[in-house]
């Protein structure tokens, strides 16, 4: 019904910034929230930051200020920018989307690989 493709991850040093991006496709209502989780081995999965349809953001305390989370609603596209990246912010970071006309539903990206290096 609704897939997410995440791409932008990879490795790099301690204090260098990436770029990620997640477009859905199928069944997308234009009414949604989009957001980035990330999951590194051994703990739970996290919320880094959403944005809705309407511009509204949150972060998570712990990337507030470096991380920027931006959309592009006519490609139905999210984008997370992070700067100023640290070892602990490794991690498979996840895409996901839910739509406001039916709140229960949500739909997750297959993940991409962020790893900083010290």
């Known amino acids: 019904q609704v ?13 260098g910034s990436l770029r990620l991006s997640c ?12 957001g ?5 081995p051994g703990k739970q999965r996290e919320l880094v930051a959403f944005a809705t349809s309407g511009g509204t953001t949150y972060y998570a305390d712990s990337v507030k200020g470096r991380f920027t989370i931006s959309r592009d609603n006519a490609k ?4 997370l ?18 739509f406001i006309a039916a709140p229960k539903n949500e739909y997750w990206g297959q993940g991409t690989q962020v790893t900083v290096s010290s």
Do not use: H
């Not at 477009?23 to 989009?34: K, L, Q, R, W, Y």
């Open 76 to 79: 139905n596209t999210v984008y």
């Open 36 to 40: 980035w989780y990330r999951q590194a």
């Open 81 to 98: 920018q992070m700067n100023s990246l640290k070892p602990e912010d490794t991690a498979i970071y996840y895409c996901n989307v839910r």
């Open 3 to 15: 897939q997410l493709v995440e791409s932008g991850g990879g490795l790099v040093q301690a204090g």
């Open 23 to 34: 477009t859905a496709s199928g069944s997308v209502f234009s009414m949604n929230v989009m």
